[in-house]
């Protein structure tokens, strides 16, 4: 997207967490965003259909994901182009990072928000699977390695949380490395 | 449990899940389920906190997984020690058989009862991040292994869905084998 798009986007997302914390989610309104953002309501409504989009930025994670599954290399297998498709994510993840502190906090304190954070995640598993289909991966194959991908997905940006002194892309080498370990049979 | 309580809470459910497919969910009152499995109420409630419990069954999966990963061989790794208690539950999954079908419609026709159903997986996976802990496995990794479980067996009993003609527990190897085929790099 253009830069000033992004731009523009990015202060709505940031004005929108900020009335979340101080008045919480519930008692913010759309025009108190775009007004924060120094935007109309209307141009706020161009990027968002509602304010859970803002929160959860839901259908450019949706979009991103198709399209890097997409061009994934033909020679990875099901989980491996999963994995390449989040980690090329990982710039996206870097720049939302100051974004998901304050969005876990909204969310901590808004229970119908957990439940539509726990929707995202199944969506996102089902756009991932529809993903793999599109290349002739068959439907229960790519079920599991979508969920297998956002457990190696999950597990990396949590240990990246924790530990910000590794760039994420190996965070993500590392939790793959961690599943391989997973699905070997104990040595002993 | 004795074989008596076990009939008589299979008796609710079954009762249950006709009058959810008749009614409706929000139609259906548990004083209603009582009448037609033929207890009181107060028997209903003995056995269940509520009704959405009657569909869900999540307290009795919760505490039969606790028990099964604390059972599973020490020489077990996390992951296969997930595995290992969700085919220790084998018999339960298959006395449960004819509940899923009518459970599933019931489901599908209420949207309230499709977001129960995710934050059922969401505090089961939970369940086992904590049960694997107890087993001195650190957080982050038995979250991942708690995860990849759940998905090796969502696999597993789809699997077994489509094609009952093999046994519960040789799904659950195919699909642990599916997991370790996929877990490796592509071999091109």
């Known amino acids: 997207m253009p830069r000033d798009r992004g731009n523009v986007r990015r202060r709505m997302r940031e004005a929108a967490l900020e009335l979340f914390l101080e008045k919480g989610y519930d008692g913010?309104?759309?025009?108190?965003?775009?007004?924060?953002?120094?935007?109309?309501?209307?141009?706020?409504?161009?990027?968002?259909?509602?304010?859970?989009?803002?929160?959860?930025?839901?259908?450019?994670?949706?979009?991103?994901?198709?399209?890097?599954?997409?061009?994934?290399?033909?020679?990875?297998?099901?989980?491996?182009?999963?994995?390449?498709?989040?980690?090329?994510?990982?710039?996206?993840?870097?720049?939302?990072?100051?974004?998901?502190?304050?969005?876990?906090?909204?969310?901590?304190?808004?229970?119908?928000?957990?439940?539509r954070q726990l929707a995202k995640t199944a969506s996102i598993t089902r756009a991932i699977t529809e993903a793999l289909q599109r290349r002739k991966i068959e439907p229960a194959l790519a079920g599991l390695a979508a969920v297998t991908g956002m457990a190696v997905t999950g597990h990396a940006l949590q240990a990246w949380v924790q530990d910000p002194s590794l760039p994420l892309v190996e965070h993500f080498e590392q939790a793959f490395q961690a599943l391989k370990q997973l699905s070997k049979p104990a040595p002993r």
């Open 28 to 115: 913010t309104t759309a025009a108190e965003i775009a007004a924060r953002a120094g935007v109309t309501e209307r141009t706020f409504f161009r990027h968002f259909p509602d304010k859970r989009e803002v929160l959860f930025n839901e259908a450019e994670l949706h979009a991103r994901l198709d399209a890097a599954i997409a061009e994934a290399p033909p020679r990875l297998g099901p989980l491996e182009a999963v994995v390449w498709a989040f980690q090329s994510l990982a710039p996206m993840f870097e720049e939302n990072r100051p974004l998901a502190e304050p969005g876990r906090a909204v969310i901590a304190q808004t229970p119908a928000l957990q439940e």
